[in-house]
């Protein structure tokens, strides 16, 4: 079994291995980036190389390693600007988590914003089919809402 938890990447990305080691966890999860704004700060080649170093020094299988979406991205939005921006924020962080060796990455459903759920679910298989398209090995994980109904969203 694998446990452990959501830790931070403060100060720069390698800290999530040492706050995961820190608390003993045999899994983690990280945003690779500031989670609630558009903007992403490059990975350096020392970021990734610190990130992989640790990773492997420490006892937690990079296969138990996931990133999380940030929460801006809407992957169900009709809004045509919106989901251009989304989507380009998915493939970005598919790219980040190819050259960390994270293999998921966890998004949210998204909002259909009241144009119902067959046409939210379209404009998310958009995206996740433009997403799948880089060439990488990184997994996409749906996240529903806690509480809903049914499987998906809104």
Request: glycine share 8%; charged share 25%; aromatic share 8%.
């Amino acid at each position: 079994m694998q446990i452990g938890c959501h830790v931070s990447i403060s100060g720069s990305i390698d800290k999530a291995v040492d706050n995961a080691v820190e608390r003993e966890c045999s899994a983690f999860q990280i945003f690779t980036r500031n989670p609630r704004g558009w903007h992403a700060k490059e990975l350096t080649k020392e970021d990734i190389t610190n990130f992989k170093s640790k990773l492997k020094a420490s006892k937690i299988d990079r296969f138990a390693t996931c990133a999380h979406m940030p929460y801006l991205p809407n992957l169900a939005t009709p809004k045509e600007d919106g989901f251009e921006k989304s989507v380009k924020t998915l493939i970005s962080e598919v790219e980040r988590c190819a050259q960390l060796g994270i293999p998921y990455l966890v998004t949210h459903l998204g909002s259909h914003l009241g144009t119902g759920d067959e046409a939210g679910i379209k404009k998310l298989v958009e995206g996740l089919t433009r997403a799948g398209q880089t060439k990488n090995d990184v997994m996409i994980l749906l996240e529903n809402t806690a509480g809903q109904k049914k499987f998906c969203w809104f």
